[in-house]
C-alpha cells in the first residue's frame, strides 16, 4: 500500500507539477514526528519503506526500511509533493536519509512510544482478542504494538513471550516476530499435512519448533491395538529467519496412543509431553512412555528413566526449563525431577481429592 499511494502521488506530482515558491500539504495527514523523538515504522501492508536522499519523490532511494524499524527524528518536517518530510537516521544501520510520514489518511511513521506498554509478570497469561495480528516475542516489559498484519486469532504468551495464534486449521504462509525493541524477523511456517498443534520458540529466539497432528482413523473406545487407529506426529524446526526446515522426530502412533503436546525448550532439547487418551489406565508406551526430549542438530532422543506411577501427568513448572512436577498416577504424590529425570523433591499426600 505505502509503495503505491508513494507512487500514485508521484505521478500527480509530474502531472500537475507547476513551479510554486511553497508546496500544499494540507491533504498530507497531520505530523505527528518531531526532531529529537524516536520514531518507529507502522506495520501496514508488510512492504518496506523507502528512504530516500533528499525530501521529495524525486530522490533517490538510500534504503528500505522495514516495518517495526526504529530511527531517531533529525530535521523536519518539510512539504514537498503534497508529503510531509522528515530527516532521520536508522537506527541499526545508522542511514540518515529523509521518509515520508504519510499519505492521504494513512500513516507510515509513529512515534516509538505511542506503542501501550505494560509491566506483567512472567508467569502472566494474556489472552487477546484481536482482528489482526502476528507472533511476537517480547520481554516481561511488554508493549503491546496497536496494529498488526491482518489476519484472525488470538494472542497469547508462551515461555515469556508473546505468541499470535492463527485461528484453528488455518496456516498462512509465515508470521512475525517481533522482540520488545520493534526488531522483528518472518518465520515461515513448515508446509506439513496435519494440524498445527502447537508451537515454542527456543529461549534465545534462534528457532521455533512446530507440532503437526494428522489423525489417520478417527479414534474411538471400540479401537484396539490390531485395528487401523493411528495418529501421525510430525515435529519440525526452523531457524530465526525461517529457513533451514528440519523434521527431528516424525511417527505413526498406534491405539491406544496419548496425544502429543509440545512442551517447550529444555537446556537446548524440544521436549515431548505424552498426555494419557482413552480408556482409564490405557497409555501407549513410547522411548518408555516417558517425557522426551529431543536434541536438534543430532536428532538424539533422551527419554526420562522413572518409575512407572509417576507418568500419568507432569506439568512445565520452573523458569528456566530445568524442572516439572506431576502426580502420582496412584497416591497423587508431588513429584519434582530435574533434566535427567532425577529426582529432587517428593511429597506424599492421603487425600484422595
Sequence with gaps: MKRLLLFCAFLLFFTLYQPVLGQDCAAAPVPQLAVGLDGVVRFTDGQPLNLRDMASLAGQVVER???????????????????????????????IGWIAEGVDD???????????????????????QLD??????????????????????ELVTLSNHYAYVYAP???????????????HETFDFPQMEG???????????????????????QPTFD??????????????????????????????????????????WVNGHVMLRYIPWGVAGAFFEIYGGRPTFIEPQTKDIIPWD????????????????AFFVHPSSSEWDLAVRDFGGNMVYLDEYNDDT
Design 169 to 183: 486449521q488455518v496456516l498462512p504462509d509465515s508470521v512475525l516476530v517481533i522482540d520488545a525493541h520493534g526488531q
Design 306 to 321: 522413572v518409575e512407572e506411577s509417576y507418568l500419568s501427568y507432569f506439568t512445565y513448572v520452573s523458569a528456566d526449563g
Design 195 to 217: 494440524v498445527l498443534v502447537n508451537f515454542a520458540v527456543a529461549p534465545d529466539d534462534s528457532a521455533i519448533a512446530w507440532l503437526y497432528d494428522q489423525t489417520v482413523t
Design 223 to 264: 479401537c484396539d491395538a490390531e485395528s487401523d487407529c493411528s495418529r501421525i506426529y510430525s515435529l519440525v524446526v526452523t531457524d530465526s529467519a525461517g529457513q533451514n526446515m528440519r523434521e527431528i522426530w516424525h511417527s505413526e502412533i498406534g491405539y491406544p496412543f496419548p496425544l502429543v503436546d509440545l512442551g517447550g
Design 132 to 153: 489482526n495480528g502476528s507472533l511476537v516475542l517480547l520481554d516481561t516489559d511488554l508493549k503491546v504494538l496497536d496494529e498488526f498484519p491482518s489476519s484472525g486469532g
Design 65 to 95: 526500511i522495514p516495518e517495526g524499524e526504529h530511527f531517531t527524528v533529525l530535521a523536519g518536517p518539510q512539504c514537498a509533493d503534497g508529503i510531509y518530510w522528515w530527516q532521520i537516521s536508522v537506527a541499526n544501520t545508522g542511514t
Design 106 to 128: 494513512v500513516y507510515f511513521v509513529e512515534l516509538a512510544n505511542s506503542s501501550r506498554s505494560v509491566n506483567l509478570p512472567a508467569e502472566f497469561l494474556l489472552v487477546v
